[in-house]
């Protein structure tokens, strides 16, 4: 790892990227390392099949769309080149033709998570034996537990197997662990994902309630949080919710993105065969009758008596087989030089249109009025900024020059650690009433007209204040991807 040094001086500008001194961007990668994994959610599916009889708590709470998203194979070179990309200051990604970010927008769409509604926030205080005996009905012990946070493993060791009398109260307790260790392995994992944090856990007491929250603007502000350190000096890892930016990644740019019609129309629900994690859920669509295999003893519903399988989000239609034809996976130079000489052609800033969305379920699309708001997204101790107000061609508005955004140094330099005793809804006050005004800051700009020329004000701007290419100005003669026509299947 080598500085680049004053050939290469972009931004020319250093007034937005403040941390640039910082950056992996600032930073020659010789060795080209990928970031590790840190995400669990394959090993805690085949250590859970989901009971087919918690099913409705799990719809209830809002979060049977994530099961059935399930485990989608990460594209780590992906993820590493976008990480790389990914600014601090503006929370969002700097590509040749300008920012992009991971909106609310895209987490209604994707995973099917709710938008509006109270933050996700409030006291750690916590008795764990009382409240893990209360909702779990198991006390953990002291070797399940690191903090206040809760080995995954345990949770499926003790609430996956429910005999054929389990009671309301044995479905709804099971209920809960599989909810909490969903989030850990896939929406909230620790830094190894192998531990969930129990202060979740009171928001499931009452699961008619829990579907209320803004879990999406929760998993957006802890996937920016994990993204902001990532992308800064030389941390090798990154958790957060890593399947939601490749799936973000996947229906936006070309680059890694797997061989998949994009003009057809949004698959039904996958089958039974294509879901390897999720065969013990009965699924019922048109044309599929046949049975699953029995699971903890317990026989499926005739056809006649299983609820229809509900929609779910965008998110589920890669959960079929895919294939990397015309991208080659695991190539990470190839990936950083496809970014470096991206188009505006081959940008999808509206991705979500006509029949890919005519099937998704209500609560993709119910609150569209404030995908759009510049208000803080709130996950307990952190807080990070939605800023649609860079990116309007995401939203199908005309992009100009965005206000000036300061960097708050010390919302990240709070944490959870040593504060159990906490509570973040008053600590956070301020921000938590931010969000609860969100619907009075939304974004509005004239309508996109075509694509944004060079010589925009926003691009002579844009090229002032970052650095667009990743591949050092000595070593650009040398790329392994100049054009788009025909060169898809360079290495």
């Known amino acids: 790892?080598?500085?680049?040094?004053?050939?290469?001086?972009?931004?020319?500008?250093?007034?937005?990227?403040?941390?640039?001194?910082?950056?992996?961007?600032?930073?020659?990668?010789?060795?080209?390392?990928?970031?590790?994994?840190?995400?669990?959610?394959?090993?805690?599916?085949?250590?859970?099949?989901?009971?087919?009889?918690?099913?409705?708590?799990?719809?209830?709470?809002?979060?049977?769309?994530?099961?059935?998203?399930?485990?989608?194979?990460?594209?780590?070179?992906?993820?590493?080149?976008?990480?790389?990309?990914?600014?601090?200051?503006?929370?969002?990604?700097?590509?040749?033709?300008?920012?992009?970010?991971?909106?609310?927008?895209?987490?209604?769409?994707?995973?099917?998570?709710?938008?509006?509604?109270?933050?996700?926030?409030?006291?750690?205080?916590?008795?764990?034996?009382?409240?893990?005996?209360?909702?779990?009905?198991?006390?953990?012990?002291?070797?399940?537990?690191?903090?206040?946070?809760?080995?995954?493993?345990?949770?499926?060791?003790?609430?996956?197997?429910?005999?054929?009398?389990?009671?309301?109260?044995?479905?709804?307790?099971?209920?809960?662990?599989?909810?909490?260790?969903?989030?850990?392995?896939?929406?909230?994992?620790?830094?190894?994902?192998?531990?969930?944090?129990?202060?979740?856990?009171?928001?499931?007491?009452?699961?008619?309630?829990?579907?209320?929250?803004?879990?999406?603007?929760?998993?957006?502000?802890?996937?920016?949080?994990?993204?902001?350190?990532?992308?800064?000096?030389?941390?090798?890892?990154?958790?957060g919710c890593i399947t939601l930016i490749q799936l973000w990644s996947w229906e936006r740019l070309h680059v890694g993105r797997p061989d998949f019609g994009r003009s057809a129309p949004y698959p039904a629900p996958p089958l039974p065969?294509?879901?390897?994690?999720?065969?013990?859920?009965?699924?019922?669509?048109?044309?599929?009758?046949?049975?699953?295999?029995?699971?903890?003893?317990?026989?499926?519903k005739p056809q006649a008596e299983v609820e229809p399988e509900p929609a779910l989000p965008l998110g589920c239609r890669w959960r079929v087989p895919l294939t990397r034809v015309l991208n080659p996976s695991g190539v990470l130079l190839l990936y950083r030089d496809q970014l470096d000489a991206q188009t505006s052609d081959q940008v999808l800033w509206q991705p979500y249109v006509g029949e890919l969305v005519d099937q998704l379920p209500d609560i993709c699309l119910a609150d569209q009025d404030i995908w759009g708001t510049m208000s803080p997204l709130i996950c307990f101790e952190t807080i990070e900024w939605h800023r649609p107000e860079r990116v309007l061609r995401q939203f199908g508005l005309h992009q100009e020059i965005p206000p000036a955004c300061s960097y708050e140094h010390q919302l990240h330099r709070v944490d959870a650690r040593g504060r159990h005793q906490r509570n973040w809804a008053t600590y956070h006050a301020p921000y938590i009433a931010l969000w609860d005004t969100r619907s009075v800051r939304i974004i509005t700009s004239p309508p996109m007209v075509g694509m944004m020329h060079f010589h925009d004000p926003y691009m002579q701007w844009y090229r002032r204040i970052t650095r667009r290419f990743m591949t050092p100005q000595l070593h650009r003669d040398d790329m392994r991807f100049h054009t788009t026509a025909g060169s898809m299947n360079v290495m």
């Open 273 to 300: 065969h294509a879901l390897h994690d999720d065969d013990v859920d009965v699924v019922v669509a048109k044309g599929l009758d046949d049975g699953l295999p029995v699971e903890h003893g317990v026989q499926p």
């Open 1 to 239: 790892m080598a500085f680049r040094g004053l050939h290469d001086a972009d931004p020319l500008d250093p007034s937005v990227l403040l941390l640039q001194d910082r950056h992996k961007s600032h930073f020659v990668d010789t060795k080209q390392e990928v970031l590790r994994p840190r995400q669990q959610m394959r090993a805690f599916l085949s250590q859970w099949r989901m009971d087919p009889r918690i099913r409705p708590y799990v719809i209830c709470a809002g979060f049977y769309g994530i099961y059935r998203l399930g485990h989608i194979i990460i594209d780590w070179p992906l993820i590493t080149c976008l990480v790389k990309r990914w600014q601090p200051e503006t929370q969002t990604f700097h590509v040749p033709v300008g920012e992009m970010t991971i909106t609310l927008h895209d987490v209604a769409i994707i995973l099917g998570l709710r938008i509006d509604g109270p933050a996700v926030t409030g006291i750690c205080v916590l008795n764990v034996a009382e409240l893990c005996g209360e909702l779990l009905g198991v006390t953990p012990p002291a070797d399940a537990l690191r903090g206040l946070t809760i080995s995954i493993r345990w949770l499926c060791q003790q609430l996956s197997t429910l005999g054929p009398d389990a009671d309301e109260v044995d479905l709804e307790r099971s209920a809960h662990g599989f909810i909490l260790a969903l989030m850990g392995s896939f929406l909230f994992p620790d830094k190894k994902g192998v531990h969930v944090h129990l202060c979740f856990l009171p928001l499931l007491w009452d699961l008619t309630q829990t579907s209320t929250y803004s879990w999406g603007g929760a998993v957006l502000a802890h996937t920016y949080r994990e993204l902001c350190p990532a992308s800064l000096d030389r941390r090798c890892g990154i958790s």
